[in-house]
């Protein structure tokens, strides 16, 4: 899945989720999403360092610090 394509989903998500809110003011979106896909995106990228945290963050490109705070933020650790 292409980076374009990663985007598209979330577009057409969001699109959705405006439509079924009908006439209700959307609210905390931003953190909303980042929270849904944060968790997934961690689980995937530790998977792929076979636990090794200090490849895992040089795979997203944050600080090691950054991702077992994030790593305990979402229960992963």
Same mark, same amino acid.
């Given at each position: 899945?292409?980076? /374009?394509? #990663? @985007? /598209?989903? !979330?577009?057409?998500?969001? *699109?959705? =989720?405006?439509? /079924?809110? $009908? ?5 905390? !979106? =931003? *953190?909303?999403?980042?929270?849904? !896909?944060?968790?997934? #995106?961690?689980? %995937? !990228?530790?998977?792929?360092? *076979? +636990?090794? @945290?200090?490849? %895992?963050?040089?795979?997203? $490109? #944050? ?8 790593? @305990? @933020?979402? +229960?992963?650790?």
């Amino acid at each position: 899945m292409s980076k /374009d394509s #990663i @985007q /598209d989903v !979330v577009k057409k998500s969001l *699109e959705k =989720y405006f439509k /079924d809110l $009908g006439e209700q003011a959307p609210s905390n !979106v =931003y *953190e909303m999403v980042v929270s849904t !896909v944060e968790k997934p #995106i961690l689980e %995937a !990228v530790m998977s792929r360092a *076979e +636990g090794n @945290q200090s490849l %895992a963050a040089e795979m997203l $490109g #944050i600080n090691r610090n950054t991702l077992r705070k994030k790593l @305990q @933020q979402h +229960g992963l650790l």
